[in-house]
């Protein structure tokens, strides 16, 4: 039968605190090994009853010995649902393809950064479904089918008032704004 537990870390100061086992504040014995160490972990059903274990010498790990115990023992790990990452947003992964092409631009414009440009237009073509790329010196716009962008150069400048359009990132290395526009 399966049994759940969890995995229990007490800093050595936690334990001293408390007058628990030989803690001081430089550290205290794992069980395992004898080292004296920053914190001691144990697999149990409740912190309380980690704490006890420990108090009574029957529990008390550093970190490379419950490792071990962990792997020898058969552990399976089972991740809680809510601390499960969430699945990104259209805007978060838009997001960290407009920041990894800027610093593509940034470090390769010099060369022309053509292979920034091609990877960026394809990418977000998927992502906003674009039906149209407008190139301009100074600004760049795809009309997508939920959302349109604009990346306008740091040399340019864009009113956005009355547009629609608003600013969502600015990068550091190039200065390039981008501004979205989400249909309803
Ligand atoms: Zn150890």
Known sequence: ?????KLYRFSAEELTEK???DATDDG????????????????AGS???ALKMIEHGEAG??????SDLIVEGGYQILIQEHNKTKPK??????????????????????IGGHDCW????????????TKKIIERIGYTIFLGEDVDLIRIASFSEFDNEGTGFELFYKDSHTDAKWYMKKKS
Not at 1 to 5: D, F, I, Y
Not at 29 to 42: A, E, I, P, Q
């Open 28 to 43: 205290v014995k794992c069980d395992g090994c004898n080292w004296r160490v920053s914190y001691l972990y144990v697999l």
């Open 61 to 66: 790990l550093c970190g490379n010995c419950i």
């Open 89 to 110: 947003t259209t805007t978060e992964i838009l997001l960290d393809t407009i920041k990894s092409f800027e610093w593509c631009w940034h470090i390769n414009q010099s």
């Open 47 to 49: 912190r309380e009853e």
């Open 1 to 5: 039968m399966a049994n759940t537990m």
């Open 19 to 21: 007058e628990i086992a």
């Open 118 to 129: 091609s990877k960026l237009f394809e990418e977000i073509s998927k992502r906003v479904k």
